[in-house]
């Protein structure tokens, strides 16, 4: 069987705009962001979506994840200048909620799946200075 390419995605805020995924997937992540969500008191909560290969023992692994505090961002700071791949995974494991753990415990799904990811997560808001 030839080898499928992995493919990641991310949904956040019940947003889903993932073509590769049926509606029936699309429809039951959202109802788990939302179930998370009122179940841990969160606000922010969005889950990565990764493809499986031939090799994979599962066809799609999904997790979610918490949107990152203050204390995750700064350590995630700390490392990033360092060694990006070791601050993606700290900052993975700190705001994991529930899921495929696959995600973050197994080093290839992590470096090819989960780890490009983690740098959308944490790109700024739109925001303007505006000086009176």
Do not use: C, W
């Amino acid at each position: 069987m030839a080898k499928q390419k992995e493919e990641t995605s991310m949904v956040e805020n019940e947003t889903i705009d993932v073509s590769n995924l049926s509606e029936e997937q699309q429809n039951a992540i959202k109802a788990k962001i939302a179930e998370i969500k009122a179940k841990n008191n969160i606000k922010r909560v969005f889950a990565i979506v990764v493809e499986g290969d031939d090799e994979d023992d599962k066809p799609m692994y999904v997790g979610y994840f918490r949107n990152p505090n203050i204390m995750h961002f700064s350590a995630y700071m700390s490392f990033v200048t360092k060694d990006a791949v070791q601050a993606a995974l700290n900052l993975a494991k700190s705001t994991f909620v529930e899921g495929d753990r696959e995600l973050i415990d197994d080093d290839d799904i992590f470096l090819r799946g989960t780890f490009d990811r983690f740098s959308a997560i944490m790109e700024r808001r739109n925001s303007e200075l505006v000086k009176a």
